[in-house]
């Protein structure tokens, strides 16, 4: 598992920073950060055995919010603890009132210290109760400064138990020097006391606050959007076409806040947007617009595209800047917007970017910003980010910035995914003479991801003088020379992180996925074997090797080994889709097992609701497998339809090939 930093000074490692990358991925693609699931409630049944039930349903608390954090607090004084919610979303709290009826006893306290700390924060109270028969048994709680994520417990500590049990002593453990313990004189059931150190306790009177039972209100979505960034984000060098069909670029400080519109010969609402901002064009002159056509953002635009741009400024009135979009423009300020405000979303029109003078990205509009709007903005986009930061929170409060501050990693890797990676590696070698070994690594990663390995391999070996003993480094090293041809001082280099790392399992697990990402799966599959003599139940580990046979064709060995994954860990759906493939397209047919890789396959389809595309690939071969091939056309159409809607173009020759041997009446044989 990976590691988050022990402190703000620590760097992360690799696996905890992708990890975080991965999730990123996954919510700027739409997907929720829980699942989407409901709220669930568990009973617990008692008994020797750690048994629950879900009760959810059954007593109302199997919400579709996105939940963080539940608080049990008596609020109504009736005994029995009621619900605070705190949610992701809306609604942003929840509260949920217990009218259930047990016939169970209760009793609360309120601590105040005196020696102590005034909260008796740390103090413990130990309640013995005795049953009818003679049965004792004590319960006891503890006051916390603190509870859950986004929310906070109440200090009253609550007691619940049944009503035949007397309470028989209270002891208050004070967390002070030199305190053993208060023995309080047993007070009655039933009530809520005040019991301050070292006196009497004496029952309090609960102020109780109405709340009203209703329905949720939400507000009423807008059309338009409008998003200001407290974290203002570097934009990178812009070019595009002017009108008379010369190259124009756009970069660095401004004179004026620059509007960069896009909009489209047919959009009517950006018909409107322009026509009004013709009408009142004096109102704007503090700021420069840039209307792009995207008509021509195509890799081949029609030639006609260009005259109904002509066209449709020329009917517009335009008085302002205008020009033709092209892809990495519109990619560009894609990324900069999914950066900071993660979803990433198709181009809505009109939509529009506000840069300030210093150069920076500061609002983001999609529909119509409205010319007032547009004004107001435009002043604070003159000024230093402190206003349009104040600008940005609709009440006033302190702000969090300086506890995620925007990290020049961040701004890289938002240029880097735009396909900007001069401008990333500039602005990442403005930080090397802070960022040592850091910086190099980044910078490492970048040239890897534009395939540029001879320029890797150099910022690596920078990394490594930063940090000669790190083995994680060593290895990466190692890998840069691998693909760059140094095999023999990349296996010199390999060898050396294995005498600085001790752990044998971890390390040779390590060098495995080094060489499963350098195509070396031979290599891989021994390092996975040596690793897994070390820890023959470490999953991980275990499905590495499964996947390095696979790929080596050792069919039995990689069935096997994503079976035994799937007993040690049951929910990993990479390894059931791996296993479900080569049940169901198997070249051994000894090895095949239709049924199964169709059940298997079935429940990762429910489980990815549908929405997978690989997975649907799957169970289009497990329907083919067992000679549905016509319910296996259907599902690879799905799955073919699903990855071009999610941009998943990787997926798509493949699928394809998978559809063309269904619809000719043949299953998939790998």
């Given at each position: 598992m990976a590691q988050s930093p022990e402190s703000n000074t620590d760097s992360a490692d690799g696996a905890y920073a992708k990890s975080w990358d991965t999730l990123g991925a996954l919510i700027a693609q739409g997907k929720s950060f829980s699942g989407r699931e409901r709220n669930c409630v568990f009973l617990n049944l008692g008994g020797?055995?750690?048994s629950f039930a879900c009760a959810s349903g059954a007593v109302h608390?199997?919400?579709?919010?996105?939940?963080?954090?539940?608080?049990?607090?008596?609020?109504?004084?009736?005994?029995?603890?009621?619900?605070?919610?705190?949610?992701?979303s809306a609604p942003?709290?929840?509260f949920m009132r217990n009218d259930m009826v047990s016939g169970n006893a209760w009793l609360a306290l309120q601590l105040e210290g005196r020696t102590s700390n005034r909260d008796a924060i740390g103090a413990r109270a130990e309640l013995t109760l005795t049953a009818a028969d003679g049965t004792k048994r004590t319960l006891w709680r503890r006051v916390k400064a603190g509870d859950g994520f986004l929310s906070q417990a109440p200090k009253t500590l609550h007691f619940g138990f049944r009503a035949e049990e007397k309470v028989e002593r209270l002891v208050i453990r004070w967390p002070a020097p030199g305190v053993d313990e208060d023995i309080v004189p047993v007070p009655d059931a039933g009530r809520l006391y005040k019991l301050t150190q070292a006196a009497a306790a004496h029952p309090v009177e609960l102020k109780l606050l109405a709340l009203a039972a209703g329905a949720a209100t939400l507000p009423a979505e807008k059309p338009e959007v409008r998003a200001v960034l407290a974290n203002r984000l570097p934009v990178p060098k812009l070019e595009y076409l002017d009108l008379q069909g010369h190259v124009k670029s756009l970069e660095g400080a401004q004179p004026q806040p620059l509007l960069v519109l896009f909009w489209g010969s047919w959009c009517p609402v950006c018909t409107a947007e322009m026509h009004e901002m013709v009408k009142r064009a004096t109102e704007l002159s503090g700021v420069r617009i840039l209307a792009l056509a995207v008509d021509t953002a195509k890799p081949e635009p029609e030639k006609s595209a260009i005259s109904d741009v002509r066209a449709g400024l020329s009917g517009r009135g335009w008085k302002f800047d205008a020009g033709f979009a092209s892809q990495a423009t519109v990619r560009a300020l894609a990324m900069l917007e999914a950066r900071a405000l993660y979803p990433e979303r198709p181009l809505a029109l009109p939509s529009a970017y506000l840069i300030g003078t210093d150069g920076k990205l500061a609002f983001i509009y999609h529909g119509r910003a409205g010319v007032e709007q547009l004004v107001k903005d435009a002043a604070l986009a003159a000024q230093t980010p402190a206003d349009p930061e104040a600008a940005a929170f609709p009440f006033s409060g302190r702000s969090a910035k300086k506890l995620f501050p925007l990290t020049v990693a961040g701004q890289a890797q938002t240029l880097r995914d735009a396909g900007y990676f001069v401008d990333a590696r500039a602005l990442l070698e403005?930080?090397?003479?802070?960022?040592?070994?850091?910086?190099?690594?980044?910078i490492a990663d970048l040239e890897e991801s534009a395939g540029r390995w001879d320029a890797a391999l150099a910022a690596w070996k920078k990394a490594l003088a930063f940090a000669p003993d790190d083995s994680a480094t060593l290895l990466a090293v190692s890998a840069a020379m691998w693909k760059s041809g140094e095999h023999k001082e990349a296996t010199a280099h390999m060898q050396r992180?294995?005498?600085?790392?001790?752990?044998?399992a971890d390390f040779q697990n390590q060098v495995g996925k080094v060489w499963q990402a350098l195509g070396e799966h031979a290599k891989a599959r021994d390092a996975f074997t040596t690793s897994l003599a070390a820890a023959p139940e470490n999953a991980e580990v275990v499905f590495n090797r499964a996947v390095a046979c696979q790929f080596t064709g050792a069919t039995a060995e990689a069935i096997a080994g994503y079976e035994s994954v799937l007993k040690?860990?049951?929910?990993?759906?990479?390894?059931?889709?791996?296993?479900?493939?080569?049940?169901?397209?198997?070249?051994?047919?000894?090895?095949?097992?239709?049924?199964?890789?169709?059940?298997l396959a079935q429940q990762l389809a429910k489980a990815t609701a549908g929405q997978n595309p690989a997975v649907l690939d799957n169970l289009a071969a497990a329907q083919a497998s067992t000679g549905d091939l016509k319910a296996a056309a259907q599902t690879a159409?799905?799955?073919?339809?699903?990855?071009?809607?999610t941009g998943e173009a990787s997926l798509l020759p493949e699928i394809a090939r998978h559809l063309e041997a269904y619809k000719a009446q043949r299953p998939w044989v790998e």
């Open positions: 020797k055995e750690v608390l199997d919400h579709a919010d996105d939940s963080r954090a539940v608080i049990p607090v008596d609020w109504d004084g009736d005994g029995d603890l009621d619900l605070w919610y705190s949610n992701r942003r709290v929840r403005q930080s090397l003479p802070n960022s040592g070994a850091g910086g190099w690594r980044l992180a294995a005498l600085l790392n001790k752990d044998a040690l860990n049951p929910q990993l759906l990479d390894a059931a889709s791996n296993l479900a493939w080569l049940l169901a397209t198997a070249k051994d047919v000894s090895l095949r097992q239709p049924d199964k890789a169709l059940a159409q799905q799955a073919l339809a699903l990855a071009r809607a």
